[in-house]
């Protein structure tokens, strides 16, 4: 069974109410929900804007590895350069 609160970092329990999450905590479960669905191509805009650099670095390599190893698309719009040049196979810059 795969556990995507753990894919996306989430180290709480599934009652919390989302009113006492954090702005970054509540875009890590929605994209938890994402990755359940399983798509072909998943578009997260600006996924660890809320996020310290180690917990946006943890997140993105574990997006990215889930995304591999599943064979879903992946595009990711970020501002952050340093984390695009880390994980990104291609990039486009706008």
């Not at 929605?30 to 600006?46: N, Y």
């Not at 996020?51 to 670095?57: H, K, V, Y």
Request: with cysteine; aromatic share 6%; net charge negative.
């Amino acid at each position: 069974m795969i556990n995507y609160l753990d894919i996306c970092c989430i180290n709480f329990p599934l009652n919390t109410d989302c009113v006492t999450m954090s702005g970054g905590e509540k875009h890590r479960v929605f994209i938890a929900i994402c990755l359940s669905f399983m798509p072909i191509v998943l578009m997260l805009d600006e996924p660890t804007s809320a996020l310290d650099d180690q917990n946006a670095n943890t997140l993105i390599n574990n997006i990215k590895t889930f995304c591999t190893h599943h064979s879903i698309t992946l595009i990711i719009v970020c501002h952050n350069k340093s984390i695009a040049e880390k994980f990104a196979d291609n990039i486009v810059n706008l």
